[in-house]
């Protein structure tokens, strides 16, 4: 089965980090670029930030640029978002995507919870 | 940045009718256009992919059509189960952007 799964959420206060991970199995995890997407409560889905297939090349929403690092082992099917500088407004539920003609599958999604 | 608007942001309609849903890009994205489903508390589905394909598992009653800067989504007649957020995707420039969302909620 095709399956992503999302851990590393949880609440952290303004200024902290938080590493998120993404646990591919059922398919050839290098072969996929992958995908961050979020949703605030209430909110619709944004880009967070994506990586190629081979890590190459990686893509960050303007919101997050410069704070969020995506990366990934493909030797441990596994991808990564590293946060920094949390602010309020990145408080959200975090989902992982595989890329194919569209996004298919999703994680099940991690939240972050950013307050004092 | 290709903007994705969708309309309307909310529709109701009742069990058994016909939904249509749109999708329009600020510049052409050519067929490389899907549709999600989300349900609360859930991730969201793909449900069509560039722009008329069905994903594995999605009934029929599911279409997708258009190209370029406008796109629909279509559910013939609607069930109970349908009722959820409906999101377009466009991925003609990498990574891609989503539309803000269309709710259709049972009237």
């Known amino acids: 089965e095709v399956q992503l799964v999302e851990s590393g959420g949880g609440l952290v206060q303004p200024g902290g980090s938080l590493r998120l991970s993404c646990a591919a199995s059922?398919?050839?995890?290098?072969?996929?670029?992958m995908h961050w997407v979020r949703q605030a409560p209430g909110k619709g889905l944004e880009y967070v930030s994506a990586i190629s297939s081979n890590g190459g090349s990686t893509y960050y929403a303007n919101s997050v640029k410069g704070r969020f690092t995506i990366s990934r082992d493909n030797s441990k099917n596994t991808l990564y978002l590293q946060m920094g500088s949390l602010r309020a407004e990145d408080m959200a539920v975090y989902y992982c995507?595989?890329?194919?003609?569209?996004?298919?599958?999703w994680g099940q999604g991690t939240l972050v919870t950013v307050s004092s | 940045e290709i903007v994705l608007t969708q309309s309307p942001a909310t529709l109701s309609l009742s069990p058994g009718e016909r939904a249509t849903l749109s999708c329009r890009a600020s510049q052409s994205v050519s067929s490389y256009l899907a549709w999600y489903q989300q349900k609360p508390g859930q991730a969201p589905r793909l449900l069509i992919y560039?722009?008329?394909n069905r994903a594995t598992g999605i009934p029929a009653r599911f279409s997708g059509s258009g190209s370029g800067t406008d796109f629909t989504l279509t559910i013939s007649s609607l069930e109970p189960e349908d009722f959820a957020v409906y999101y377009c995707?466009?991925?003609?420039?990498?990574?891609?952007?989503f539309g803000q969302g269309t709710k259709l909620e049972i009237k």
């Open positions: 995507a595989r890329e194919g003609e569209g996004f298919d599958p």
């Open positions: 995707q466009q991925r003609s420039n990498w990574p891609g952007t």
């Open positions: 059922g398919f050839t995890f290098s072969s996929y670029a």
């Open positions: 560039d722009a008329s």
